[in-house]
């Protein structure tokens, strides 16, 4: 009797914020964390923050979830990453047969890319690139509701750049549009800034990538989910050209991330938790998911959105989210399985 109960309970939801880092096609990680995390159905988003391709994965999930629950939200990841391998077999960048042979997923070698790369250094997007073409355009208006997005009750964070004042915007769900996520992945050597109420914007990892403090002043919930793509540490020094943009890329890109990091492990060790304005910083629970195998993959692999690949990051991340699963599913709510107090402390 007592089985029959405990089979037939209500699942207790619990509810996380997600906050999604951008990189381009290794964002096909953070499909596969997702797709694994919404297979549990305790698991409930109260928001997400995402940066470029963060915030495309935020955006289709949150579509997804809108319309189907977990079942519609992994559908909608699964027909987003598959428009972009799609898109992705008529580019002129390629892997080398002898790449392909090898199994590297790097583009270093490609003979398409090293012009391309050249290009972008000499040549201005605004020359090279006079229409302002972006093969996600399509993609998005196919992938993406913005009606529904815009009325969805998870709320969603997506930075962009402002290319005047250097300074991040967060656009919120009823501002969304699809020149806002375009926006959030303009890298400024390969498109031109997105315009949106006349301003111009670069890729929001510039600024924030993810952005965090929204997820703690306007949810809720105790739980932020980092679904971390960009090595924060590597122990050896890069050499040749195409290692020391790799690291820099690296270092630029998280940069913004771990101030915030550490301004948050500085806040929650200030806040007191008998006033109930700052009780909700020093209660976060942070966590981290990612994978060691991020340190192996290249700048150049960022634009190889080959079904291949893409299919191998997605495993990768469910991979690393069951492990995860399998670890801290039982803290969250409870605990935070990441101490950010370590970060305070850096200098």
Not at 24 to 52: C, K, M, N, Q, Y
Not at 170 to 189: G, I, M, W
Request: charge should be negative; glycine fraction near 8%; aromatic fraction near 8%.
């Amino acid at each position: 009797m007592s089985a029959e109960i405990a089979k037939d309970a209500p699942v207790v939801k619990r509810a996380v914020a997600l906050a999604l880092q951008g990189g381009g096609s290794h964002g096909a990680f953070t499909w596969g964390v997702l797709d694994r995390l919404l297979e549990e159905p305790w698991f409930d988003i109260e928001g997400i923050s995402g940066t470029s391709a963060g915030a495309m994965n935020a955006a289709v999930v949150t579509d997804g979830w809108t319309d189907g629950g977990h079942a519609g939200a992994r559908k909608a990841l699964d027909n987003y990453w598959g428009r972009v391998a799609d898109v992705a077999r008529f580019s002129p960048i390629q892997r080398t047969p002898f790449d392909k042979l090898t199994g590297n997923w790097s583009l270093d070698t490609s003979p398409t890319f090293l012009f391309f790369d050249f290009m972008t250094r000499v040549v201005s997007p605004y020359d090279i690139n006079p229409g302002g073409y972006n093969p996600l355009s399509s993609i998005l208006a196919e992938c993406i509701n913005f009606e529904r997005l815009c009325q969805s009750p998870v709320k969603l964070f997506i930075t962009a750049t402002n290319v005047w004042t250097g300074r991040g915007r967060v656009f919120r769900n009823a501002e969304l549009t699809p020149d806002v996520l375009l926006a959030s992945a303009c890298l400024p050597t390969m498109f031109q800034a997105v315009e949106i109420d006349g301003i111009p914007y670069w890729d929001g990892g510039f600024a924030g990538n993810p952005t965090l403090t929204p997820l703690v002043r306007d949810l809720q919930t105790d739980d932020i989910i980092l679904v971390q793509i960009n090595p924060r540490e590597r122990n050896e020094t890069p050499r040749t050209p195409a290692e020391i943009l790799n690291r820099l890329n690296e270092i630029s890109f998280n940069s913004p991330l771990m101030k915030e990091l550490r301004m948050i492990a500085l806040l929650r060790n200030a806040s007191s938790k008998d006033s109930k304005e700052t009780a909700h910083w020093a209660a976060l629970r942070p966590h981290i998911i990612w994978t060691e195998m991020m340190t192996e993959l290249s700048y150049s692999s960022k634009l190889n959105a080959e079904r291949a690949f893409v299919e191998m990051l997605r495993d990768e991340g469910r991979r690393a989210a069951d492990g995860f699963l399998r670890i801290h599913k039982d803290d969250i709510g409870v605990r935070g399985t990441v101490d950010l107090d370590v970060l305070a402390k850096e200098v």
